[in-house]
């Protein structure tokens, strides 16, 4: 596989085209982003963990019978992805109470939400991501009645995987956001999961070690997130032999 013209560049990740049509590059970089891009800062490393992080997590989702774009590791900091067609709308599951939840609901951080909340966002920065219904996607087009049933029902599945991967090695899976597309009209997992976009705190003590540590500015962000690689012992030092 060849690696041919940038595509697309957002916040955190760069998209390249390759040498076959279906294939893309999905490229990690250390750029870090909160509150839809007002601040970004570089952060050493944090490409290569987000990109082992997440093929570790999307070879796991996939063994659990949920399609995922990903196909193989390209570098240390890339990752050779299936060429979906995007749906811009986010999906957020949580499981305990952080983040926009209490902000705009008034809810106390730190509560065990039974059942899971399910919730959609639009993707759009210059609008910090409004919230969304089903009617809402379904009438301006961004998604069918038929595509949004399946995503909720494997951001529900990706729930029931990795709420226990992450509680067998010590941590909650407080919340996380997934982002779907098609690739030849089945709905795939798309874009990644890494401590950028999910909450992960200690089991016991709590302790923040996803992407608020950045958002907070407690400070310590990538090394938090090779704690949470090294309690799920994923290789971060291995090669990665070019494919
Ligand atoms: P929120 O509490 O800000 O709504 O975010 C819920 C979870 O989804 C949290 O783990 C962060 C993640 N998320 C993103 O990574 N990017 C986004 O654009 C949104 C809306 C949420
Ligand atoms: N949407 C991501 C976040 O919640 C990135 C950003 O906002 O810039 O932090």
């Known amino acids: 596989m060849k690696k041919t013209t940038e595509l697309y560049a957002g916040k955190a990740k760069s998209v390249y085209n390759t040498d076959h049509p279906d294939y893309l590059i999905l490229s990690f970089r250390n750029d870090t982003s909160a509150f839809d891009g007002e601040k970004i800062e570089q952060l ?3 490409g290569e963990v987000n990109n082992k992080f997440n093929h570790f997590i999307m070879q796991r989702l996939e063994a659990a019978g949920i399609p995922t774009q990903l196909e193989s590791l390209f570098s240390d900091t890339e990752s050779v992805v299936k060429h979906l067609e995007m749906i811009p709308v986010e999906c957020v599951v949580r499981n305990i109470s952080a983040g926009s939840l209490c902000r705009r609901l008034g809810i106390e951080e730190g509560l065990e939400l039974t059942p899971p909340t399910f919730e959609l966002f639009l993707k ?4 910090h ?5 089903e009617s809402l996607a379904v ?3 961004w998604a069918t009645e038929e595509q949004l049933t399946k995503m909720k029902q494997l951001t529900f599945q990706v729930n029931d995987v990795l709420r226990r991967l992450f509680d067998d090695a010590g941590m909650l899976l407080v919340d996380y956001k997934l982002e779907f ?3 030849k009209g089945e709905i795939t997992l798309g874009d990644e999961f890494s401590p950028d976009g999910c909450r992960l705190w200690d089991k016991k003590s709590r302790e923040k070690l996803d992407k608020d540590r950045f958002r907070q500015g407690l400070g310590g962000v990538v090394e938090a997130y090779l704690d949470v690689a090294a309690r799920l012992g994923i290789d971060m030092m291995g090669p990665v032999g070019k494919s």
Do not use: C, S
């Open 181 to 183: 597309g098609l690739f």
């Open 139 to 141: 009438t301006f087009g």
């Open 129 to 133: 991501d409004p919230m969304l219904n």
């Open 44 to 46: 050493e490393r944090k």
């Open 124 to 127: 759009n920065d210059a609008l």
